[in-house]
């Protein structure tokens, strides 16, 4: 069974820095990309970034220049470093695997809560 683990959510005050991590269980050379997604309260899930598998890289306009994302693909973990944080930033982040074969992963979602 394919698991995706996320860690690194928390509360942290306007301005500050926090890194998510996703660990999935699966072969690297079945991902097509890994990416984050959220979803605010009363929200539709949006794409905050992605990663391909031959490293290109796509963000959300409202996170460009303060987001990073990037993967270690011997540990099969995409990282989302996020910096300069906003209070319009809380939501559930959700960790997501675009797999061959057409099949889609996802996490369990972490809570990032900007707040002060």
């Known amino acids: 069974q394919v698991q995706l683990v996320e860690s690194g959510g928390g509360l942290v005050q306007p301005g500050g820095s926090l890194r998510l991590s996703c660990v999935a269980s699966v072969r690297f050379s079945g991902i097509y990309a890994m990416g984050w997604y959220r979803q605010a309260p009363g929200k539709q899930r949006e794409l905050v970034a992605t990663?391909?598998?031959?490293?290109?890289?796509n963000y959300a306009d409202s996170v460009k220049g303060r987001f990073t994302i990037s993967r270690d693909k011997a540990k099969i973990t995409v990282y989302l470093q996020m910096n300069s944080l906003k209070p319009e930033d809380t939501a559930v982040y959700y960790c997501n695997v675009d797999y061959v074969a057409g099949k889609d992963y996802w996490g369990q979602g972490t809570q990032v809560t900007v707040s002060s």
């Open positions: 990663i391909t598998s031959g490293g290109s890289t």
